[in-house]
Nanobody
Framework: VQLQASGGGLVQAGGSLRLSCAAS????????VGWFRQAPGKEREFVAA????????IYADSVKGRFTISRDNAKNTVYLQMNSLKPEDTAVYYC?????????????????WGQGTEVTVSS
């Protein structure tokens, strides 16, 4: 599985951004896709994940109610819609994929990673 993330940028607090993660390569009907982020000087942390089938989704408490993960099967793309952005959401965002069951939330459970896309939220 190859992943390519895009959509990052600079936005004011309270604004919105939509990140995209385009998937290609091996069949991915049975994968889970996750979004993670890494702020300067901090460890990479879980943001959101979903099964490609769309059956289940899960969010970190810090983004619940503000971020939405979704996918477009026709475009083989997973999205992360980010609303009501806060300065503390500033980070490099990564999408990742795994063949593990469920919706894993741990960095080490993901085998495939895209390059990061940088999100900066100004106050």
């Amino acid at each position: 599985v190859q992943l390519q993330a895009s959509g990052g940028g600079l936005v004011q607090a309270g604004g919105s951004l939509r990140l995209s993660c385009a998937a290609s390569g091996r069949t991915y009907s049975s994968i889970a896709v996750g979004w993670f982020r890494q702020a300067p000087g901090k460890e990479r942390e879980f943001v959101a994940a979903m099964r490609w089938s769309g059956v289940s989704t899960i969010y970190a408490d810090s983004v619940k109610g503000r971020f939405t993960i979704s996918r477009d099967n026709a475009k083989n793309t997973v999205y992360l819609q980010m609303n009501s952005l806060k300065p503390e959401d500033t980070a490099v965002y990564y999408c990742a994929a795994t063949y593990l069951l469920g919706t894993p939330t741990v960095v080490g459970e993901y085998d495939y990673w895209g390059q990061g896309t940088e999100v900066t939220v100004s106050s």
